[in-house]
């Protein structure tokens, strides 16, 4: 599975999303309806799911779930 397809996923699982509601193009708080709590849960479980930490001021620069993916494929690569 891609990192955009486990993205996804996480999404549609914390936000009850269906999967066609979530593209790369998607921002996260405006199209997908996510609040600040959610934000929390979903950097919690990708820092959990990729083996990564995600800083706080890392956060505010990932709007869209594009963002998102292109952020921990650049953290894997390290």
């Given at each position: 599975?891609?990192?955009f397809e486990q993205v996804k996923k996480i999404l549609c699982d914390q936000l009850d999303l269906d999967e066609e509601?979530?593209?790369e193009d998607s921002e996260v708080i405006d199209d997908l309806g996510a609040d600040s709590l959610d934000i929390v849960d979903?950097?919690?479980t990708l820092e959990e799911e990729f083996d990564t930490e995600i800083p706080d001021e890392d956060i505010e620069?990932?709007?869209?779930v594009g963002d998102?993916?292109?952020?921990i494929?650049?953290?894997s690569a390290e």
């Amino acid at each position: 599975m891609d990192i955009f397809e486990q993205v996804k996923k996480i999404l549609c699982d914390q936000l009850d999303l269906d999967e066609e509601q979530v593209t790369e193009d998607s921002e996260v708080i405006d199209d997908l309806g996510a609040d600040s709590l959610d934000i929390v849960d979903l950097v919690m479980t990708l820092e959990e799911e990729f083996d990564t930490e995600i800083p706080d001021e890392d956060i505010e620069n990932l709007r869209t779930v594009g963002d998102i993916v292109k952020y921990i494929e650049e953290r894997s690569a390290e």
